[in-house]
């Protein structure tokens, strides 16, 4: 069975702290997203990564970085979080190019004080 | 950005009848595709169409594309309370590895 896990399910975090979300595949999958999800905004793009140490700016980078050092494993990082930044945080990946489907991980709903 | 745009934002029915979502996109697509969110979870993949197929089914679920309209349903038949869930439409391009997502349709089935 295929899958995708994330560090956390729920963090708490405060003002002007580093945070961490760290996403892993079990897939051998090249692509891997960072997703953010608020209510009524669906699903925004954050970053993404086609190959292991690549990495693209998707709809909304600003506040966060990525690192992929593993296939498998791909990490959020909000250099010094912000209350704006409390959302769910969606990790998916795929093996294909062209758009295709994507597996997602359970979601990490940050929230930060 | 976000191309896909899912009508109606919420839906109640009865258990047992038919749901009915609509997506409509604005740009070419390669294919487009179906997900499900149950409250507080990750996505998961319910169906796929590509640009060239008009109708697809998948157990109850039946998805239709219409590329000259820029649109698609998906259509849940004989609904169960199981089916209530969050439901979003993601479009996706030959030329990049992106989905571009619409903002969901929030279905609620009543026992």
């Known amino acids: 069975d295929v899958k995708v896990t994330q560090s956390s399910r729920y963090l708490v975090k405060r003002t002007g702290e580093k945070v961490f979300l760290e996403c892993v595949q079990d897939m051998d999958h090249e692509n891997m997203f960072w997703y953010r999800q608020d209510p009524g905004l669906g699903l925004r793009l954050i970053y993404f990564s086609y190959d292991v140490k690549m990495k693209e700016k998707g709809d909304i980078p600003e506040g966060y970085s990525v690192s992929r050092e593993k296939k498998e494993r791909f990490s959020l990082i909000l250099e010094s979080a912000s209350t704006n930044q409390t959302s769910m945080y969606l990790c998916?990946?795929?093996?294909?190019?062209?758009?295709?489907?994507?597996?997602f991980g359970p979601g990490t709903r940050l929230t930060v004080l | 950005s976000q191309q896909g745009e899912e009508d109606p934002q919420a839906l109640s029915i009865q258990e047992g009848e038919n749901a009915t979502m609509n997506c409509s996109y604005k740009t070419s697509i390669n294919n487009l595709q179906w997900y499900r969110q149950n409250s507080g979870r990750g996505l998961v993949h319910l169906i796929l169409?590509?640009?060239n197929e008009r109708e697809k089914h998948s157990g109850r679920l039946r998805v239709t594309l219409d590329t000259s309209k820029k649109s698609s349903s998906l259509l849940i038949t004989a609904s169960r309370a199981a089916d209530t869930a969050s439901y979003f439409c993601?479009?996706?391009?030959?030329?990049?590895?992106?989905?571009?997502w619409g903002a969901g349709t929030k279905l609620i089935i009543k026992p």
């Open positions: 993601a479009t996706g391009s030959a030329s990049n590895y992106q989905l571009i």
């Open positions: 169409i590509r640009s």
């Open positions: 998916a990946s795929t093996g294909l190019a062209g758009g295709g489907e994507q597996f």
